[in-house]
């Protein structure tokens, strides 16, 4: 009988008790190393671009990081110089800038996609004078012949709920190369967040 009883109490009292798992879970702030990773270098040199990458991880708003098929993509960039570009028309000032030249493959193709960054597309311009003028930071990306999320479900295993195109480049502080989407304006504003994300690390030398 008081085993009865007893049980009977610590039933009611556990229906009665708040939930906090839910709220817990919900408020945990996200790690700071998925915000080094995500947050990108305003500052960054497109000379810094200049290389090969390789594929090694992904970013999901609501999945959070991914892991990645192994060499699945390769970015090849190159930091070229423009020569005598109008870079302030107000006051007709030409300047030599840097833009963004490459291509990416995917190895579940084997075709390689062109790719390039306008000099005008950085988060910074700053012009000088006559001659001179340099940018820096995140741009915007075009990949020409491929489709707007790049195979990311079938190299990640995760669908976007809002597939949009990816179209966004940046390098992060850690040295890491990102490309992907996002709501709105990334490469000129901090505060905006990815919505998917392909991560790439730097292909070592022979």
């Not at 408020?27 to 947050?39: D, H, R, S, T, Y």
């Not at 810094?48 to 992904?58: E, F, H, M, N």
Request: include cysteine; glycine fraction near 6%.
């Amino acid at each position: 009988m008081k085993k009865t009883i007893l049980l009977v109490l610590m039933t009611a009292v556990l229906m009665a008790a708040p939930t906090f798992c839910t709220t817990a879970v919900s408020a945990e702030p996200e790690p700071a190393q998925e915000q080094n990773v995500l947050a990108l270098d305003y500052e960054a040199l497109p000379t810094a671009y200049d290389g090969t990458w390789t594929l090694t991880g992904a970013y999901e708003a609501e999945a959070g990081m991914l892991d990645v098929v192994p060499d699945a993509c390769t970015l090849t960039l190159r930091a070229v110089i423009s020569e005598d570009v109008l870079v302030q028309m107000e006051k007709y000032v030409h300047a030599d800038v840097y833009e963004l030249e490459g291509s990416i493959c995917f190895a579940g193709d084997g075709t390689s996609y062109e790719c390039d960054a306008s000099w005008d597309g950085f988060t910074n311009v700053r012009v000088h004078g006559k001659d001179s003028c340099d940018v820096s930071g995140a741009n915007m990306l075009v990949i020409r012949g491929i489709e707007a999320d790049m195979y990311f479900e079938q190299i990640t295993g995760v669908r976007p709920p809002d597939v949009r195109r990816i179209r966004f480049i940046g390098l992060n502080a850690e040295g890491q190369l990102l490309i992907g989407c996002s709501e709105n304006h990334i490469e000129k504003d901090a505060d905006a967040q990815w919505l998917y994300a392909y991560i790439f690390t730097r292909a070592q030398e022979d």
